[in-house]
């Protein structure tokens, strides 16, 4: 009976963590389709960023420019994304 009432208070938390992290991986249909867009946008900024340092421009005024592209569209100003220099 010990065992058994161990047993369940062991894996209680852990099953439960495992349920709470399954209902946040489940998103609706327009709560996907929002993320596709954000990293879409996010891509788009990238990309543009890695064109303007193509051109020339330096590396202050790219980031400047990628911070003003990625505003509200993910964590930090790096647009989600960052990178050793």
Request: charged share 20%.
């Amino acid at each position: 009976m010990k065992k058994n009432l161990l047993a369940s208070l062991v894996l209680a938390p852990v099953l439960l963590a495992a349920a709470l992290a399954h209902a946040q991986d489940t998103h609706s249909d327009k709560e996907t389709k929002a993320d596709i867009q954000r990293h879409r946008a996010m891509a788009a900024a990238h990309e543009a960023a890695a064109k303007c340092l193509e051109s020339g421009n330096g590396h202050e005024t790219c980031q400047k420019e990628l911070q003003v592209a990625c505003k509200n569209l993910a964590i930090g100003k790096y647009c989600g994304m960052r990178h050793v220099h």
